[in-house]
T-cell receptor
């Protein structure tokens, strides 16, 4: 079984809709991250969490919110989706004590 | 703003040759450096990490770090067609806990 899973894997939605992307991990890591990847722009950090009570904004948090429901679960929400949020979204976890991050399979989101 | 720069390529290398991928970074306090491989439509896969100046070897891969020059490189020896992918350089600097990624270099190994 995969250590980091993401659901859904693909989603098409319409402008203005609320959507939630979910991430679960069985690695037992405390730290979890959400990134988005756009062609020509690389991966950019949206939010990260040290634990259930510690949520932090990344480089591009506007238009997004997150929830850390448990150590193993970290969800990303788009309250009112817009077309420029069309991207590939990745969840990642970090292994202590170094900074190595391990990525989930990604969610391809299209906002029409 | 922290930046990580890579040549986007494509970099074309004959099978069996050495592929050399380069990366520069702007944040002088950066301490951790990573190379990820990403196949089209797939997630990034960690292939090398390096934390101190010098070379680090793992199988056919060698990472090189020069903090004074703010430069990281990845060498792939005996390149195989399966090495064809986009290679992402990532840096953990000061400030936010996440990684800063370069835009990636597209590597093509020609049979």
């Amino acid at each position: 079984d995969a250590d980091v899973t993401q659901t859904p894997r693909n989603r098409i939605t319409k402008t203005g809709k609320r959507i939630m992307l979910e991430c679960s991990q069985t690695k037992g890591h405390d730290r979890m991250y959400w990134y988005r990847q756009d062609p020509g722009l690389g991966l950019r950090l949206i939010y990260y969490s040290f634990d259930v009570k510690d949520i932090n904004k990344g480089e591009i948090s506007d238009g997004y919110s997150v929830s850390r429901q448990a150590q193993a679960k970290f969800s990303l929400s788009l309250e009112s989706a817009i077309p420029n949020q069309t991207a590939l979204y990745f969840c990642a976890t970090k292994a202590p004590p170094n900074n190595e991050q391990f990525f989930g399979p990604g969610t391809r989101l299209t906002v029409l | 703003q922290k930046e990580v720069e890579q040549n986007s390529g494509p970099l074309s290398v004959p099978e069996g040759a050495i592929a050399s991928l380069n990366c520069t970074y702007s944040d002088r306090v950066s301490q951790s450096f990573f190379w990820y491989r990403q196949y089209s439509g797939k997630s990034p896969e960690l292939i090398m990490s390096i934390y101190s100046n010098g070379d680090k070897e793992d199988g056919r891969f060698t990472a090189q770090l020069n903090k004074a020059s703010q430069y990281v490189s990845l060498l792939i020896r005996d390149s195989q067609p399966s090495d064809s992918a986009t290679y992402l350089c990532a840096v953990k600097g000061g400030g936010a806990d996440g990684l800063t990624f370069g835009k990636g270099t597209h590597l093509i190994i020609q049979p």
